[in-house]
T-cell receptor, first 115, second 114 residues
């Protein structure tokens, strides 16, 4: 079956522009996670959704970052007024439910470069 | 708070020799621990997981890890390295009371020499 997909695979944007990153989870997965992988910070958690609700937004690095999920499926991560330090690979993962017994399946990521 | 420390950023072995990737964790809770692998230009793949059942956990591709509470360690091993094992490996701890968000170690790049 189809895995987690993310689009675009690569995005180059100018400093100050807004960007939207999309994640399509595995069908039927209620939990969805966003992570960021950068050279300086390694892999870090950003936000998760249980259904359409995001119980914990504390991982978002600044108020320029926001995310939403609609219909319990697709999620969009939006970065406003991008900065060079936002350059990273943004990873999305989904799992059947939250809980450590449920494996998180990762997408291939979106590589964001802010020039 | 919880954290994961991978003790080696790079490990180099010869093909056919054993692999040991070291990981120590810190967690206020009884932890769930994982090892993920990331091959170049590919997504993260789960190798194995420990969730308070057997302390010796077997994963895919011949890898296994042993949970040692007294040492707060979860080292990854494989008896005989293969060229295809060359990748980045991440030790991970999850927070069950926070939606199972994952905290990643810094990663260990495994190089396998012919």
């Amino acid at each position: 079956g189809a895995g987690v997909s993310q689009s675009p695979s690569n995005k180059v944007t100018e400093k100050g522009k807004d960007v939207e990153l999309r994640c399509d989870p595995i069908s039927g997965h209620t939990a969805l996670y966003w992570y960021r992988q950068s050279l300086g910070q390694g892999l870090e958690f950003l936000i998760y959704f249980q259904g359409n609700s995001a119980p914990d937004k504390s991982g978002l690095p600044s108020d320029r970052f926001s995310a939403e999920r609609t219909g319990g499926s697709v999620s969009t991560l939006t970065i406003q007024r991008t900065q060079q330090e936002d350059s990273a690979v943004y990873l999305c993962a989904s799992s059947l439910e939250t809980g450590s017994s449920y494996e998180q399946y990762f997408g291939p990521g979106t590589r964001l470069t802010v020039t | 708070a919880q954290s994961v420390t991978q003790l080696d950023s790079h490990v180099s072995v010869s093909e056919g020799t054993p692999v040991l990737l070291r990981c120590n964790y810190s967690s206020s809770y009884s932890p769930s621990l994982f090892w993920y692998v990331q091959h170049p230009n590919k997504g993260l793949q789960l190798l194995l997981k420990y969730t308070s059942a057997a302390t010796l956990v077997k994963g895919i591709n011949g890898f296994e890890a042993e949970f040692k509470k007294s040492e707060t360690s979860f080292h990854l091993t494989k008896p005989s390295a293969h060229m295809s094992d060359a990748a980045e490996y991440f030790c991970v701890v999850s927070r069950e009371n926070a939606g199972n968000m994952l905290t990643f170690g810094g990663g260990t790049r495994l190089m396998v020499k012919p």
